[in-house]
Structures are given as C-alpha cells and as structure tokens.
C-alpha cells in the first residue's frame, strides 16, 4: 500500500521542483543511489521499470528506503500498461509515471488513488491527461517536443497545467531557469544527475552534491 497520498506527492513535487529517474540492476547501487539523493535533500524518487525483474528489485529498495530513508517518496517510470502498474501498486508505490496516456493505467491508479504522471506531446494529449485524472502530467522527451518553449506556449491556454518534463533537463542553472521560467512544476532529470563514471567509481558525494545544487538552483528559481 502507498504511504503517501496523491495529494503529497503533487504538493513535493510542487515544493522541490525535482524528481531523479533512475534504474539499475544492482539492489546495492539503487539503495546508495536512494541515500544520496536523499541526503542531497531529494524527497521523490522515479525507479523506472526498464530491466528484468525489476519488480523484484524495486520491492526490495522500497523496503529499505522505509526504513532508512523514511521520507523518501519512492514512484515507478516507464509504466505503459495497467497490469505492470498494478504490479508495482501492490509493491507499495506511490506514484505512476509513464512515456504515454494509457487509460487501463489512469484507472488502476484511480482506483488505488496512486499518483500518476503519463508523458504527454501536444496540448490535447494534456487535456486527456487531466480528464483521466492526471494532477501533474509530464513532457516526455522534453527536449524533444520542443524544450521550454513548448511548456511556455501550453500555459497561455491551459495555465493551470501542472508540468514535468523529462528528458534534456540538466543539473545546471542555465537549464533549469529555461524550463522554470516557462512554468514547469517540477523536473526529472536522469542520467545528468547520475554519470556512468560517477556510478562506477561509487562516488556518490557527487550526486548528494548534485542534487544539493540543484535544489538550491530550483529553489532560488521559484522565490
């Protein structure tokens, strides 16, 4: 069962303005990947659903990251169908967040009252989104379907959008003022947060320090 409801998942993502994505294969590097970030004051936290038993993986992160990091807002990517999302549901997540607008998946999570974020590309796929019950709905690939000016160009008729983009977000404050000043709620940001090097060297100072940066950049942004 969820321990957070999809109205405190909204309003962290609203208030911390980031969201990491990240998977590996690796029980030990996702737990220290988790306890960086947390320590970096990250308080959401997207394992995406990308390799063999993954399921089996996220179970057992989520588990700990309860006990060892229990403010920690643990939510699931890469969903693009409503029995994976159940799967994950039952696993404990609390929130849903997919490439695509699946209505099996809005239903499933409605039911359960589970966050869920689909990847939207157009301001009618927004729409739909928010008439399936969607709070935040994300921009995925965010640079791909045209960066902070297609966020800025969505809010003249729908300012109320809650958006996340996904995809060409960087840890940086040139990057990061470009999508917060065209309106984003929030941001998920992946490998930029998280280099191949820096994984293999377990340096995980740098991503506390990254994310430490980050959410001071963010926070700066949205006075």
Same mark, same amino acid.
């Given at each position: ?64 990251? /309860? ?43 409605? #039911?359960? #009252? ?81 280099? #191949? ?9 740098? /991503?506390?320090? #990254? ?5 001071? /950049? ?6």
């Amino acid at each position: 069962m969820a321990r957070f409801s999809r109205i405190k998942v909204a309003q962290t993502m609203a208030e911390t303005g980031m969201v990491p994505v990240f998977y590996n294969k690796n029980i030990e590097v996702c737990k220290s990947v988790v306890k960086a970030c947390y320590d970096g004051g990250v308080r959401l936290f997207e394992f995406t659903n990308r390799g063999d038993f993954a399921t089996l993986v996220f179970a057992e992160l989520n588990k700990w990251t /309860i006990e060892n990091c229990p403010e920690m807002i643990m939510g699931v990517g890469s969903i693009v169908d409503e029995a994976t999302a159940a799967m994950y549901i039952a696993l404990g997540t609390n929130f849903v967040v997919a490439p695509l607008i699946d209505e099996g998946t809005a239903k499933v999570c409605n #039911k359960r #009252k589970i966050a869920w974020s689909p990847g939207c590309g157009s301001v009618t796929e927004i729409g739909k989104a928010h008439e399936l019950g969607a709070e935040v709905v994300k921009i995925f690939p965010g640079s791909q379907v045209g960066g902070p000016g297609f966020v800025k160009a969505v809010k003249g008729p729908m300012p109320y959008a809650s958006i996340m983009p996904t995809g060409g977000v960087s840890p940086t404050e040139e990057n990061l003022k470009q999508w917060f000043d065209a309106g984003v709620t929030c941001v998920g940001m992946g490998s930029q947060l998280f280099p #191949k090097e820096v994984l293999e060297e377990k340096n995980y100072e740098y /991503i506390t320090n #990254k994310c430490e940066e980050a959410l001071k /950049i963010i926070g700066d942004l949205k006075k």
